[in-house]
Every structure is written in structure tokens, then in C-alpha cells.
């Protein structure tokens, strides 16, 4: 099996699997100044941002086409701006090595819209992670077999990533309901 540059998915996906790509975002771009102080883009060239409804199925393309069957990283980035939760797969190729292929999946910020499937029934490994990205930013993952908080206690309300968490002064607060 061959090693994807990066960029190659992307055009791949648009041969094999149209409806699988998310062309929202293909010429959106931002001039939002993150907490760094460097703008920066929401889309990277390179990288191929899949509808959510269609993860488990890229998932599985890439790994029994092209070998990449190590599922590394989940992780979810928050652009309040734009109103959209990104989450962020890292596969590797384990047999071959080389570097990194990563999927993105934009979804909204409401609890309506943010929903991705689980990748966790093929790729154990997703577990805890997921469990963080819904812990700290309210993702919400159909099929795993135990989306409960990680971090925070079941009564705290709220995911403290999130860029609009309520904050007073230099501390991060909440509202319990107690």
C-alpha cells in the first residue's frame, strides 16, 4: 500500500468518494486573531474535511486502502468566530511508516449540530479521547460504548474548552445549578 502525501487524500476522495467531502469550507478562510496572536486559516490546503455522516466510512477507506490503521489523535479545536467545532484524526500508516493523514470533521457549535460518529467500536483506541473531546468541548459520539465526562464531574454544566466558557477575571467559572 502506498503512502498519501499530503493534499493527495483530498483529491482522491473527490474521484472516489464526492459526497464524503465537506465543500463548505473549501474557500473560507479568517481573519480571526487567535490567543498566539497570529491569524489564522480555518482550512489548510492540504488536509480533507469529510461531512460528519460520512467519518466511519472515510475511516475505513483509508485504512484497508491505503494502511493507515493507526487512529493516534482526536482532538477538537473550537472556532467561536466562524460558530463550528473542528475534530481532527491523525492516522498512521503503521506498516510503513511516514508521516501523518489527517481527516477533519466541522460541525456546529449547538448540541443539535455537534455529533460525530464513533470511531470507537473499530479502533478502541478512540476511547478516551473522544470522551475528552465531549468531556471539554460537548461533542457528542453515536455508537461508543461509554460517552460519560472524563475530567469534569457529571454535574458540572458546561465544557470549559469551549471559547465562550464563562470566565471572571483571571479564573474560569460556572454555574452548577446548586
Not at 480533507?48 to 466511519?56: G, H, M, N, Q, W
Not at 494502511?67 to 503503521?94: M, P, R
Not at 470533521?105 to 476511547?127: K, M, N, Y
Amino acid at each position: 500500500m502506498a503512502l498519501l502525501a499530503r493534499g493527495e487524500l483530498r483529491s482522491i476522495l473527490q474521484t472516489e468518494m464526492p459526497n464524503a467531502l465537506d465543500t463548505r469550507w473549501d474557500t473560507q478562510a479568517t481573519d480571526q486573531p487567535e490567543a498566539h496572536g497570529e491569524g489564522q486559516t480555518v482550512l489548510l490546503d492540504f488536509d480533507a474535511v469529510v461531512k460528519a455522516e460520512a467519518l466511519v466510512e472515510v475511516a475505513h477507506f483509508i485504512r484497508d486502502k491505503f494502511g493507515y490503521d493507526l487512529l493516534s489523535n482526536i482532538t477538537a479545536v473550537d472556532y467561536l468566530k466562524q460558530g463550528l467545532i473542528e475534530v481532527v484524526y491523525q492516522f498512521y500508516n503503521a506498516a510503513e511508516g511516514g508521516p501523518d493523514l489527517r481527516v477533519r470533521v466541522r460541525i456546529g457549535r449547538s448540541p443539535e449540530e455537534c455529533i460525530v460518529p464513533s470511531l470507537t467500536p473499530t479502533w478502541p483506541g478512540a476511547d478516551l479521547q473522544e470522551r475528552e473531546a465531549y468531556d471539554m468541548y460537548g461533542v457528542v459520539f453515536p455508537g461508543h460504548p461509554n460517552l460519560a465526562r472524563i475530567y469534569m464531574w457529571d454535574e458540572f454544566k458546561g465544557f470549559p474548552m469551549r471559547k465562550d466558557f464563562p470566565k471572571t477575571g483571571d479564573k474560569y467559572t460556572h454555574v452548577t445549578g446548586e
